[in-house]
């Protein structure tokens, strides 16, 4: 069999494990996470112990940037770090699938789900490592750019971001390009990381399944995109805190999304 032969039948073999995606409605994402509550309430302990950790770890961030005075990135870091929520939040989607198939879900299970899967989980992560690493490099250039090589003060900071020229410019492209990095992220990884976690399946199988049901559904897909943005920004708009019930909510309301989207076919 030569190379071209070989290329050709390992692609035809990775369309063919490749799930057929459900067709949802506008309704979907308001009904992921009312059922993402309903988990939160059934598991409480485990959900508010990982959402109580993103705060930790958010604060942590924050702290670190003051401490060599690179404060006005805590946003931008807080965001980036966001990008990396989809993984962190494996073991919600554990909690999840016990609570569905009438288990009992434990904190140690939730904290160890990435082991279902360590290779897959292991490409995961360093794919959103890496675009993490892009966005906070992305932001710096954007923030230098607009603002200058000279770090403003915090007494400073609104007076230069909001009520400067270049304000109107540097709002647009920062929120624009921000934009575009959730997208990719919320793309590919949709469905991708529960469905690697449940069915064992290679990253690359994960990630065009996410990315097909993202393109098959995408009015509610992009409702569903933006309620984690409205929930995330809450979140963070609360010094963080807020991230301890809005984090889990989502990540819980993903597993439903991942099993409507999905489901046993």
């Not at 035809?12 to 979907?28: F, L, N, R």
């Not at 060599?68 to 931008?76: A, C, I, R």
């Not at 140690?108 to 290779?119: D, L, Q």
């Not at 490099?137 to 603002?147: G, K, M, T």
């Amino acid at each position: 069999m030569t190379g071209k032969a070989a290329q050709t039948m390992d692609t035809d073999e990775q369309s063919a494990s490749i799930p057929d995606i459900k067709d949802i409605t506008m309704d979907s994402p308001w009904d992921w996470l009312a059922e993402g509550w309903r988990d939160l309430r059934r598991a409480p302990s485990i959900s508010l112990t990982y959402g109580t950790g993103f705060v930790i770890a958010s604060w942590i961030l924050a702290l670190l940037l003051l401490a060599v005075d690179l404060w006005f990135l805590v946003l931008p870091m807080a965001a980036g770090f966001m990008l990396l929520g989809p993984l962190f939040a494996v073991g919600l989607y554990d909690v999840s699938r016990k609570l569905e198939r009438g288990e009992t879900p434990t904190l140690g299970a939730a904290v160890t789900a990435w082991r279902h899967e360590p290779s897959q989980m292991g490409m995961m992560c360093v794919a959103l490592l890496l675009l993490h690493m892009i966005w906070v490099e992305v932001a710096i250039i954007i923030f230098a750019l607009f603002l200058g090589d000279v770090t403003p003060t915090m007494e400073r900071l609104i007076g230069d971001v909001f009520f400067q020229a270049h304000s109107v410019p540097f709002l647009i492209v920062g929120t624009g390009v921000g934009a575009i990095f959730a997208l990719i992220v919320f793309s590919i990884c949709a469905v991708s990381i529960p469905m690697i976690m449940d069915r064992h399946v290679n990253v690359i199988t994960a990630i065009l399944t996410s990315l097909r049901a993202v393109q098959a559904n995408w009015r509610p897909m992009m409702l569903w995109a933006g309620l984690i943005v409205v929930f995330t920004a809450a979140g963070i708009a609360t010094l963080f805190v807020g991230l301890a019930i809005t984090l889990p909510l989502i990540g819980h309301a993903t597993w439903h999304a991942y099993r409507a989207l999905v489901g046993d076919n």
